[in-house]
């Protein structure tokens, strides 16, 4: 896969550490409030990239970590009394399931701050170790003189950091506007842990570094976020993990443009934000934003309208129309080599898009050509069975990158449903013994196959679920 890296600002290929298996780390969400559709533009977008991996035959192990310790949370916790997991659990919980409403796929590790407090110290004490510390009015801070190659990722030079180094409250005492802290000293009434340099809290960016390479090693592949992550936070996450360890932390990175909104970023301090809830609430369907969130190139800034929602439905509901016009009419025997071939053609046209630095416009560019392709067959009445189901397959597997067809199409995972065209394809052969294989294969699984004249429809065993494949 080819992907456009922070680091050179250049296309590289991914050749992830290990082969076949690429290791990925997304920063999550601060839970003191539910997130809004511009936090999940960028889960949407990693959602899609990982998607794409699995889609390409890579292994994913996917790390996002819940930030349940930070000042607007401890602001939170002190103005209502409550402590601070009474005030983040909720909202985790809200944000799993948006996370499902929005059919983001699960990552392998949801670690959370408050319970990697001790990874935070370790990585903090080898930082002071190796003299890339000092401390000052009780808190411990990294010293960025101390690391010469700072700023190779947002391409900023010295004068221009110094500049845009934001100040804040709690970094009282900083030998130079750009450090940043590791260890937030404690003051009263708020929550803290013991450690070698003394009662208090972590910092933010020690937060991912610690987590990432707790689950991800010292040195991993693939790092994302929104620009906005780029400086401080992903600078201050290279600068910690590789003076702590001495290697390079992250050998790619990715970043997406911002959801924007009335001409801004969308934020929480702008006032200019909806919670999935909100659109949720006004009827809008969830497969309609995810649709609009993924359609435009990550890299590109994304303008959310009540408009451009509307388009997204429309969209969808002609992918919608089209896959019941499949089910509804009659197909004859046999098959149509030189339509198979097209949609091959086209499936592998979504494919290369994808593989191409995510580029969804080709890719969507290619999932309605199926659709065309198919619409023009039943027009003239010729779509016979197994180009259909070569149809329905083609699609299938698209969405299992997009994700955006009803849910019913959902149920056969990818591996199942390669398994049903395979033992077509071994029926077809006439090699019955590799097609019951197959069907065994199938039933080890939960899924049950019935060959019937309109073609092979499947049930799970157990819950009940079914459709025709
Ligand atoms: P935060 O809770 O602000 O740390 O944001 C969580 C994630 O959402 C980060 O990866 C941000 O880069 C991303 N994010 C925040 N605002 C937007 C936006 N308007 N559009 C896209 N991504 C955003
Ligand atoms: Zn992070």
């Known amino acids: 896969m080819r992907i456009h890296d922070t680091l050179t600002r250049r296309m590289e290929t991914l050749e992830p550490l290990e082969p076949g298996h690429v290791r990925l780390y997304t920063c999550g969400p601060t839970v003191y409030d539910f997130a809004h559709i511009g936090n999940f533009r960028t889960y949407v977008w990693e959602d899609v990239l990982r998607r794409t991996l699995r889609h390409l035959g890579l292994r994913v192990t996917q790390v996002m970590n819940i930030t349940d310790v930070e000042d607007k949370i401890i602001a939170k916790a002190v103005a209502s009394g409550l402590r601070i997991g009474d005030v983040t659990e909720p909202f985790v919980q809200a944000f799993f399931e948006d996370l499902a409403t929005l059919r983001i796929e699960a990552a392998e590790h949801y670690p959370r701050a408050t319970e990697h407090i001790r990874e935070m110290i370790d990585l903090a004490s080898r930082l002071r170790a190796n003299g890339h510390t000092y401390e000052s009015q009780g808190s411990l801070y990294f010293r960025i003189a101390s690391f010469p190659q700072y700023g190779r990722l947002s391409h900023l ?153 509307g388009q997204a439905a429309a969209e969808l509901q002609r992918l919608d129309d089209f896959t019941a016009r499949l089910d509804r009419e009659p197909a004859g025997e046999g098959r149509d080599d030189a339509l198979d071939a097209r949609v091959a053609a086209a499936a592998e046209e979504f494919r290369s898009s994808v593989a191409a630095d995510l580029n969804v416009s080709g890719a969507l560019a290619a999932v309605f050509r199926i659709v065309r392709e198919g619409h023009s067959a039943m027009d003239r009445g010729e779509l016979p069975r197994e180009s259909r189901e070569g149809l329905r397959l083609a699609l299938r597997r698209a969405d299992g990158v997009l994700s955006v067809l009803e849910a019913e199409r959902e149920v056969l995972d990818e591996e199942v449903e390669a398994l049903i065209a395979r033992r077509t394809e071994a029926r077809r052969a006439k090699d019955w013994a590799e097609a019951d294989r197959i069907r065994r294969d199938l039933l080890d699984r939960g899924i049950v196959l019935e060959d019937t004249p309109q073609g092979v429809r499947w049930k799970r065993a157990v819950g009940g679920a079914s459709g025709s494949s």
């Not at 929104?226 to 400086?231: K, L, R």
């Not at 990175?253 to 909104?261: D, K, T, V």
Request: charged fraction near 30%; glycine fraction near 8%.
């Open 157 to 309: 030079d010295r004068r221009e950091i110094r500049v845009g180094a934001r100040v804040d409250s709690d970094e009282y005492a900083k030998e130079d506007a750009r450090d940043f802290v590791l260890w937030k000293a404690h003051r009263e009434g708020e929550p803290f842990w013991e450690s070698p340099f003394g009662r208090g809290r972590p910092g933010w960016h020690l937060e991912c570094s610690a987590m990432s390479m707790k689950y991800l090693g010292e040195t991993f592949d693939l790092h994302t976020g929104g620009v906005d992550n780029i400086f401080p936070h992903h600078e201050n996450e290279i600068a910690q993990s590789e003076a702590a360890t001495g290697r390079p932390f992250v050998k790619h990175w990715m970043h997406a443009a911002h959801l924007m909104a009335d001409g801004e970023k969308m934020a929480k301090s702008k006032g200019n934000f909806h919670t999935l809830r909100d659109l949720l609430a006004r009827g809008h369907d969830p497969r309609a934003i995810r649709f609009l969130l993924l359609s435009t190139h990550y890299r590109s800034p994304l303008n959310f309208t009540a408009e451009a929602l």
